[in-house]
Each structure stands twice: as C-alpha cells, then as structure tokens.
C-alpha cells in the first residue's frame, strides 16, 4: 500500500479563496481524520469519520471549513473563503479499529496551505 | 477531560547521550498509550505503543513503560544519533468501547549533534 496520500502538498493562496484538500486513506482503513498543525496550537483535530460518517467534527474551528468523505477511499477539506491565520500544515490520517480498542494511524505527509 | 503533558523542548544531546523525555497523562478508565516522530517535512509516524498498565513498548532502540501509578509513559533512549533529531508527541486513546481519537501532547523537539 502507499500510505495515505495528500494532495496537494503545499498551496499558497490569498485571503478569501477557496481551498480543497484532498486525502486518499490507506484501503481498508474505516477511520479516517483530518489535523490541523500550527507552531502556536500543535496538533488539532478537526473532524473525523468512521466509515465515511463524520463522528465528530467539534474540532472544526468554523463554518468556513467543511469536510466531506463521499466513499472509502477519499476525503477532503474545503476552507471558503479562507483566512490568513488558517496558515497550517492539515494532516489527514487513516486507522483501523482493532478488537482490543487500541488504533494506530498512519499519517500523510500533510498539506501545508499559506494564506496571504 | 483527557489531557497529555509532555516535557518542553528544544531538548539538545550530543549523539551516544541518554535521552529522556517526559510524559504524563490524565484520563479515567484504562487509556492506550503512543509515542509518535515527526522527522523534518513529514507525518507523523507511530514509535511504540503500550494498552495496558506495566506495559513495555520498544521499538528502534526506543521504549517506554505505562506506569499507571504515576500515570507516566516517558520515553527514553541509551544512545542517541543524529538521525533521532525529530519531534515526538506523546498520545493517548480513550479505552471507551468503540470511541476512537488519539489526543496528543503538544511535542518535544529533539536535536542530536555529532
């Protein structure tokens, strides 16, 4: 397998654009996530789904952010319009749930996303 | 709520040194227990992990034993190199039946000189 796979790596956009992150996870996985990495604020997690249904999304900072996973095998995050302090690098990441409770993600190489 | 705290950092060895870095935990119940490395432009990656108490995870000369009395989980190393400078989070999951997020400290940034 090739790991879970961001797309694209790095963007660099101005304020009130739309921006669409793109996350394929690892075949097989039922959870998928999406984290948010800042100097300031460390690792965040925004939403995540279990098998394609968002769970829990208390951590999206805004209406301006919306995830989506249509299928097994992809998920996005969409910023509109989207602000310089949403500067970060996001992490998607995958895991399956194993009997005994414990999970183990597996992290993409991130997306680092540069507001002006 | 469930909370992880980790050592600050930069921590600054020269490499063949002894490393520790610290990592204490508060959640109820038994959680599970990940030490995670982020190497420069990358994921992070999973180091080792432990699920129950008296628990030893080991793995690339690495290890880290869940101490439920001291609700501690430090990590340590017996010789460092240079290849270890990275970023390690600490984490744990909520052993609570079907419910799954890892919930992480805010990292320790580890230098190794020659």
């Known amino acids: 397998d090739a790991g879970v796979i961001q797309s694209p790596r790095h963007e660099v956009t101005e304020m009130g654009q739309e921006v669409t992150l793109r996350c394929k996870p690892i075949s097989g996985h039922d959870y998928l996530f999406w984290y948010r990495q800042t100097m300031m604020r460390g690792l965040e997690l925004l939403i995540y789904?279990?098998?394609?249904?968002?769970?829990?999304d208390s951590g999206m900072p805004e209406d301006r952010f919306s995830a989506k996973m249509p299928n097994a095998s992809f998920s996005t995050l969409k910023i509109q319009p989207s602000e310089p302090r949403d500067s970060a690098v996001y992490f998607c990441a995958s895991s399956l749930m194993s009997a005994a409770g414990a999970n183990v993600l597996t992290f993409g190489a991130g997306s680092r996303l540069t507001v002006l | 709520g469930d909370s992880v705290t980790q050592m600050e950092g930069p921590v600054t060895l020269s490499e063949e040194a002894f490393l520790t870095i610290n990592c204490t935990y508060t959640?109820?119940?038994?959680?599970?227990l990940f030490w995670y490395v982020q190497y420069p432009g990358e994921g992070l990656q999973l180091l080792l992990k432990a699920t129950k108490a008296d628990d030893k995870g080991s793995n690339k000369g690495f290890e880290a034993t869940y101490r439920k009395e001291t609700t501690s989980f430090h990590l340590e190393k017996g010789s460092v190199q240079v290849s270890d400078s990275a970023v390690y989070f600490c984490?744990?999951?909520?052993?609570?039946?079907?419910?799954?997020?890892?919930?992480f400290g805010a990292g320790t940034r580890l230098a190794v000189h020659p």
């Open positions: 789904f279990n098998n394609n249904v968002p769970i829990d």
């Open positions: 959640a109820t119940g038994y959680p599970s």
């Open positions: 984490a744990l999951t909520p052993f609570s039946g079907g419910y799954n997020k890892l919930i």
